[in-house]
């Protein structure tokens, strides 16, 4: 099993669409989360950091579920320009001073005009 | 400001040949990492390295040295490159490590 997965996708959405990312990990002990976003071809790219508490950047919204080691990424009204890959990224902690990001293999998003 | 830069951006060589893939950050993070990218896997650790003189073997080593004489040069070597080792590379680092990670954009490499 892996320790960080995700659906591939890909999704397809029309523009103005809300779209939902979800992602499951492993290590309980995980501490810190992040989405990454690439664009074909590309580099990633930090999109978000995701704290426990929520967080909301413009049409953006993070959310963690540590009980449920669940993970999401909410995007209010997409854009073409929103078509890109969708890495989940979590903090493993393996015991002591040893963590790891470890990255999902990401999500396919094509938000169709 | 660059931040983390990679070179070459591309590469073509023959089975056999040593690589050496350059990686340069000018944030003076402790933390550098190296990663490929394949179809089907997603973004695998080669080696990482939390600071001068430190490295430690990430998922997939096999095949691949690192040194890191300088904070700010983390440079990967095949030292003996096999057409497996066809993939896009990426360097990335970070202050910490439980900070999110910077990329820089990429080394394609073929290997005939």
């Known amino acids: 099993r892996k320790e960080v997965e995700q659906d591939p996708g890909p999704f397809n959405v029309p523009e103005g669409a809300t779209v939902a990312f979800n992602c499951t990990y492993s290590?309980?002990?995980?501490?810190?989360f992040f989405w990454y976003r690439q664009d074909c071809r590309k580099e990633p790219k930090l999109l978000m950091s995701?704290?426990?508490s929520g967080n909301e950047d413009g049409r953006f919204t993070a959310q963690v579920d540590k009980s449920s080691k669940y993970i999401s990424l909410f995007i209010r009204d997409s854009q073409p320009s929103d078509s890109a890959t969708y890495l989940c990224?979590?903090?493993?902690?393996?015991?002591?001073?040893?963590?790891?990001?470890?990255f999902g293999t990401g999500t396919l998003l094509a938000v169709q005009p | 400001d660059a931040g983390i830069t990679q070179s070459p951006r591309y590469k073509i060589t023959e089975t056999g040949r040593q690589v050496t893939l350059m990686c340069h950050q000018t944030?003076?993070?402790?933390?550098m990492f190296w990663y490929r990218q394949d179809l089907g896997h997603g973004l695998r650790l080669i080696y990482y390295?939390?600071?001068?003189?430190?490295?430690d073997k990430g998922e997939v080593p096999d095949g691949y040295v690192v040194s890191r004489s300088k904070t700010e040069n983390f440079p990967l070597t095949l030292e003996s490159a096999t057409r497996s080792q066809t993939s896009v590379y990426f360097c990335?680092?970070?202050?910490?490590?439980?900070?999110?990670?910077?990329f820089g954009d990429g080394t394609r490499l073929s290997i005939l």
């Open positions: 390295s939390a600071a001068a003189d430190i490295t």
């Open positions: 290590n309980s002990a995980s501490q810190s």
């Open positions: 944030w003076s993070h402790s933390y």
């Open positions: 990335a680092s970070s202050e910490d490590r439980r900070q999110p990670q910077h």
């Open positions: 990224v979590v903090n493993m902690n393996y015991g002591g001073a040893t963590n790891k990001l470890i």
């Open positions: 995701v704290y426990s």
